[in-house]
Each structure stands twice: as structure tokens, then as C-alpha cells.
């Protein structure tokens, strides 16, 4: 894009004039050669923090900013773009469950070898362009191929996070992983102990949203890492089922494929039938069913998220999507609009989630029965969206309030006015009363206060 190649050019000339060397490096260099949209920029260069301001400076940066100056790193703002320039690195390991020391380093090339995979150390001259691939990056890309720089074994030993940072930019660019790099991922998965939950949950986040997240879990399962990182859907995956259940694995996978990419929705539909395998029962005539399987797994979701101190709010929601799953499935036309009214009140803001999740779910082999499940969803869409049209689900309120009903009855404040307010709201969610309609709701309040006005 013209306005990153100006961003650069400038930069590049501004560094040489202060006789450094400077690079585009790592995910911004993937990112461009895909094709793919770029936000911010990476630089590596031969200076160190003080000349790289001095440079900045002088190719005429709108702000600087520290971002982590013993990693020798400053941040930049050139025209809205964020660009960060770090010193060559070299990171060695003085212990395997240490973190890295990291350490300047002398060139460019040792630079790119501390990088994770081929594909982000791929260097471009900021001056001219030229293209600098020790690792063999851009036949990587070409092939669609993530490999590790180096012998994959040792650099997953370094540093057990690259295990995870395969899968994910796997499922984030829809690529296959090299082989030797995929025996490595396998073959390391034990390592994953020594890295903190939260950083595994930042990576299976990024992953899940990914375009290619089934590609990404897959990925996980045949490499043996769910049982590091994701306990909790083993037994789904490696569930060899009974009867015409057999493929709850591959039937998550593509619900997790046609769901939207939101992280909630995607937790949920990864984990929705997660508790099938251990609420099984099958019946004196061979039949297979489920008992609570919505419930348990919103238990299991509510334990895995939990352990991967992902935020509460994240936690609540995927739990309610879980527990609430299969409702939208039995919609049909006998539904009135209070049962609409009652699941989508009971949904609330999951409401939208819940029916893209179900609408996800719906993954029968025979075509006319998956045309027959979609049709439900979008009809129990429609019937929704009707309602409200009609009444904001917020306005289904008692239409009297506490004082209106004191006035009315000429009473004190107590337990009373709750149940008639109860009571009222009950009507107006089915549909007998109309929110505004204060004459008809006077009505049936003198007709509640007589049969139980003694509360
Ligand atoms: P994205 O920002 O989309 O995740 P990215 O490639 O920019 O992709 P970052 O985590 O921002 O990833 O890292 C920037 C670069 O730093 C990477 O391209 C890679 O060269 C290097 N890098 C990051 N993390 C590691 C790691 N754990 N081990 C080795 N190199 C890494
Ligand atoms: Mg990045």
C-alpha cells in the first residue's frame, strides 16, 4: 500500500543517512506478501535506542513512545501508523524453564534466526526492497507452509508458546504445518506445562476466531496437545460414540466452521456437545440418548474457561450459550408469541448468539432435513424480530407502576405491589395486555386484589 511504502521509504532513508540499517520484519512482512491487510509496521535495525529515536525523529515522526526500552524497542507514530523499531536481538537460554535473556545482537540474519517460523523471518531492506529470506520464508508462503526456523524441537524447547503459535497461525492463514514441525509440536506437547494459562488462553482466543479455526483444532487433536491445553473436550474428541453419534468431534468442527467469528460463539459452539460423551445412555431398544448434556457442558464450559482464567464475562456467556443451545431447534409453528417472548427474555443478550450458534448446529448429511432445521432457526428469527417490532422487549413491564397501584388501592407500600406488578407483567408477556393499556391492567389488578389481597 502506497501509504506503508512512503512510511518506509522514508524511514529507511532517514536511517542510512544516520548510517544504520533498517528492515521491515516479521508478521508485517507475512502480512503484506499475502496480501492480507496491515495495520501497524516492524522494523529491526542496526541502531540502538537512542540513534533509532534520533532517526525517527528525523524522518519526521509524529509522536514516540517507549515500549519496552530494555527490549530495544521504540514505538513511533507516523501519520495514524503505529511502527516499532527494535534492535537486533538475540535471545539465548541459559535454563529451559527460564524466560529468554534477551540480548542486542550484531546483525540481521541473527536476528531473523531467533524468529518462530520461516514465514516471519522474511526480511525487507526499508531503503530499496530488497528481499532478504535466509530460512526459505517466501517459498513457505508460496506453499502455504508453517515450518519452525531451525530444528523444530530445540526452538519449541526455548520457548513452548511457538507449540500454540503454529496451530494458530495454521488456523489464522489456512496453512498446513511441515512435517517434521508437526512431529515437534506433538512430540514437545508436554512442554506446554511450563507456559501460563492465560497466555494459552490468549493464543486458543486467537485461534478460535481464526477463518480457519477448524483447521486450527484439528490440528490440536492429531498432534495430541488438546490434552495440554484443553482437557475438558478430550473425551468428545477421542469419543468413539455409539450409534449414529459416532462423530461428535467432526460435528463440532464444522459447527465451529459455520459459526460466526465471535469469540463467544466460537467457545460455545467448540464446547456445545462437550459433555455428550459422559451423559450417554442407550436404551433397551439400542436407542442413544443424551441426558442433560446441555447442562453438564455448560458446567464443563463454565470449569475449562474458568481454568484458563478467561474474563467473567466471556466465562457467563459461553456457559448460557451452552446450557441454552438445543431451545431455538424445537421452535415451530405451534410456538405463540409468549413462548417467543419467554426464550428471548430468558436469552437476553445472548439472544443473537444463541440463534447464529443454533443456526450453526445444524450440520444433518441429508439435505432436506438440514434445509427443513435451517428453515426453523430463521422462522423463529423472523417470529423474534416481529415481536419486536411490535414491543421492545424492554417495555414488557407491568403497565402500572408502585404508585399508580398505592393510589389505586389506597394502601401502604409492602410485599403486595410486587406480586401485582408479577402478575401484570406476566399478562403483557402473553399478550392479554398491551403495555400501555392502564385501564385493562386496573381491571385485572382489582380482579388479583380480590382473590389475593391479603398478601
Ligand atoms: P500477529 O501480530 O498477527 O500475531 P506477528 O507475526 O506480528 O503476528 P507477533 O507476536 O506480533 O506476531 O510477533 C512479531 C514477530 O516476532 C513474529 O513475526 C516473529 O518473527 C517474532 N516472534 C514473536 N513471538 C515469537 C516467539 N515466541 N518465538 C520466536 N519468535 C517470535
Ligand atoms: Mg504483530
Do not use: C
Not at 495440554?228 to 466452521?257: F, N, Q, S, Y
Amino acid at each position: 500500500p502506497p501509504q506503508m511504502r512512503a512510511i518506509t521509504a522514508r524511514l529507511g532513508d532517514a536511517f542510512a543517512q544516520h548510517g544504520a540499517e533498517l528492515y521491515l520484519v516479521g508478521g508485517s512482512v507475512r502480512d503484506l506478501l499475502l496480501g492480507q491487510p496491515v495495520t501497524d509496521l516492524d522494523f529491526a535495525t542496526s541502531a540502538e535506542p537512542e540513534l533509532t529515536k534520533a532517526a525517527g525523529a528525523a524522518a519526521g515522526a509524529d509522536s514516540v513512545y517507549t515500549v519496552g526500552e530494555q527490549f530495544g524497542t521504540v514505538g513511533f507514530v507516523f501519520d495514524g501508523v503505529s511502527v516499532e523499531i527494535t534492535t537486533y536481538r538475540e535471545e539465548h537460554y541459559p535454563t529451559p524453564d527460564r524466560r529468554p535473556k534477551v540480548r542486542l545482537g550484531t546483525d540481521l540474519v541473527g536476528d531473523l534466526s531467533r524468529r518462530d517460523f520461516t514465514i516471519n523471518a522474511i526480511a525487507v531492506d526499508a531503503r530499496d526492497g530488497t528481499v532478504h529470506d535466509p530460512f526459505g520464508g517466501l517459498d513457505d508462503l508460496e506453499r502455504r507452509i508453517i515450518r519452525a526456523v531451525g530444528d523444530p524441537k530445540a526452538r519449541f524447547a526455548e520457548d513452548p508458546l511457538r507449540i500454540l503459535r503454529a496451530a494458530r497461525f495454521a488456523a489464522q492463514l489456512d496453512f498446513r504445518v511441515d512435517r517434521r514441525t508437526l512431529a515437534a509440536m506433538r512430540a514437545m506437547g508436554p512442554q506446554l506445562e511450563r507456559i501460563s494459562r492465560e497466555r494459552i488462553a490468549a493464543e486458543l482466543n486467537r485461534l478460535l476466531i481464526a477463518p480457519a479455526a477448524a483447521r486450527g483444532l484439528a490440528l490440536l487433536h492429531e498432534t495430541d496437545l488438546l490434552r495440554w491445553v484443553l482437557p475438558e473436550v478430550v473425551p468428545m474428541a477421542e469419543d468413539t460414540g455409539a450409534g449414529r453419534h459416532k462423530d461428535i468431534w467432526l460435528h463440532t468442527l464444522r459447527v465451529v466452521e459455520q459459526s460466526p467469528p465471535r469469540l463467544a460463539v466460537r467457545w460455545a459452539a467448540l464446547l456445545h456437545d462437550a459433555a455428550k460423551p459422559m451423559t450417554r445412555s442407550v436404551d433397551a431398544r439400542g436407542e442413544v440418548h443424551f441426558f442433560g448434556h446441555e447442562r453438564v457442558g455448560a458446567d464443563l464450559a463454565r470449569k475449562a474457561l474458568r481454568r484458563l482464567k478467561q474474563e467473567r464475562a466471556l466465562i457467563d456467556r459461553v456457559a448460557g450459550l451452552v446450557e441454552m443451545h438445543l431451545r431455538p431447534a424445537s421452535y415451530d409453528s405451534t410456538w405463540t408469541d409468549s413462548a417467543v417472548r419467554r426464550l428471548m427474555l430468558e436469552a437476553g443478550d445472548l439472544w443473537d448468539d444463541l440463534l447464529d450458534l443454533a443456526a450453526a448446529d445444524v450440520t444433518s448429511a441429508r439435505a432436506h432435513r438440514q434445509r427443513e432445521a435451517a428453515r426453523r432457526i430463521a422462522a423463529l428469527r423472523e417470529h423474534a424480530r416481529r415481536l419486536e417490532e411490535e414491543h421492545a422487549l424492554a417495555q414488557l413491564q407491568s403497565p402500572l407502576d408502585g404508585h399508580e397501584l398505592m393510589a389505586m388501592f389506597g394502601r401502604p407500600p409492602g410485599r403486595w405491589i410486587g406480586e401485582v406488578k408479577d402478575h401484570l407483567r406476566e399478562l403483557v408477556i402473553d399478550g392479554v395486555l398491551a403495555p400501555d393499556d392502564k385501564e385493562g391492567a386496573r381491571a385485572e389488578a382489582l380482579r388479583w386484589m380480590a382473590e389475593h389481597g391479603d398478601v
